[in-house]
């Protein structure tokens, strides 16, 4: 029997809605489930549920063999009895503690000796020598994160849970912590669970994904698959985009990288995707189609394709093409008849470079 996660929780909150979540799903060593959704969602909230920080007036949660919580046979697991890492979204340094403080926090099970080994241990994990005796206010934004994570990870939890692990920090510092993150995660081989709301740290973090709305669990899956087949309206919309396929860089030129999807050859703007192995991300907007072999636009990626559905939303129209791989379109239903759209039609769809979104992934 394949070890799982299972969480089906009911918790209620004074003025809104409830959160009803429902998520099971199988780990290994390193698996990574997201949890995705808009500010107010009730991430956060089923994050410190399997925290043991918040209690669910009804539900079940189980990790592997170990239930947590289970209200119906009156099993309430305390949090300190529940082995798990937890790193809330400010960090919550204590700042009268230096770094070798923060991180041994949680260590005072073991001796003097095995406690100045295992912060040693974390010093050289989280790259964080030379600081050891520095207070939180005298570190550096990523300097705090790495603190936070080393102080969770040190009393080697069986599951460790971050909430928005980056988005105290700047841009720039996000974007190179972002793939660190991904590869210590891997290192060191802990499930994990992280709250997030951008859908570039979900591509780049996840192996797992849960959508959640309004308190709801609207699907779980592969980041790719849900991404670029969301299985409702409700889970499109808060996903936000609606191309979402593999492609590798094969090149870059004047500014240019140069990405194979399934065969065909895409350009977009030279920017932040490590490669060579990327997800590329377009959203349905930024698709305009064309008629004819002549190109209309001045848009660098002119992709024949053939129309192999049409979803029509009010006055717009959601279209599928098949171009080497599945591009969706959104236009509206004048040009749906303008175009006489139909599936089988041939049509030449045209992307700016700038549109066509690159985010570094692992290779498979």
């Given amino acids: 029997m394949a070890a799982e996660i299972d969480i089906h929780i009911r918790k209620t909150f004074p003025g809104r809605g409830p959160i009803r979540a429902q998520i099971r799903y199988p780990i290994e060593a390193s698996t990574v489930l997201i949890l995705f959704g808009p500010s107010g969602s009730g991430k956060t909230t089923i994050l410190r549920c399997l925290a043991g920080l918040e209690w669910p007036e009804e539900g079940r949660i189980q990790f592997v063999s170990r239930v947590w919580l289970d209200t119906r046979a009156g099993i309430q697991v305390p949090p300190q009895h529940r082995h798990v890492g ?8 204590f700042p009268t503690h230096t770094v070798s403080g923060n991180i041994a926090y949680g260590l005072g099970h073991l001796s003097g000796a095995n406690r100045k080994k295992r912060v040693d241990e974390m010093l050289d994990l989280f790259q964080l ?5 520095a207070k939180p206010r005298e570190l550096s934004g990523g300097q705090q994160q790495r603190v936070a994570l080393a102080r969770a990870v040190a009393p080697r939890p069986l599951l460790l849970l971050l909430d928005e692990p980056l988005s105290a920090l700047d841009a720039p510092t996000r974007l ?51 991404f670029s087949r969301p299985q409702d309206a409700a889970a499109a919309r808060i996903v936000g985009i609606e191309t979402v396929v593999k492609g590798r860089v094969v090149g870059s030129a004047d500014g240019m990288m140069h990405v194979s999807v399934n065969g065909t050859t895409l350009m977009a703007v030279e920017g932040e995707a490590a490669g060579p ?33 049409i979803t029509r939303m009010g006055a717009l ?42 985010v570094s992934r692992q290779r498979d």
């Fill in 86 to 93: 937890y790193m809330p979204q400010d960090y919550a340094l």
């Fill in 129 to 133: 020598h030379g600081l050891e005796a």
């Fill in 176 to 226: 190179h912590l972002r793939d660190e993150l991904r590869s210590l995660l891997k290192e060191l081989a802990l499930p994990s669970i992280i709250v997030t709301h951008d859908w570039t740290e979900a591509l780049t973090l996840g192996d797992v994904m849960a959508v959640i709305n309004a308190g709801e669990v609207l699907q779980v899956g592969a980041p790719i698959e849900v």
């Fill in 277 to 309: 192995d990327v997800f590329v991300c377009i959203r349905s907007e930024d698709v305009v189609l064309e008629r004819g072999q002549t190109p209309v636009s001045s848009a660098r990626n002119h992709l024949p394709g053939t129309v192999t559905m």
């Fill in 317 to 358: 129209a959601r279209v599928t093409i098949e171009c080497g791989f599945p591009l969706v379109a959104t236009v509206t239903q004048s040009a749906v008849e303008e175009f006489g759209l139909v599936s089988g039609v041939p049509v030449v769809a045209a992307i700016k470079a700038g549109a066509v979104h690159l």
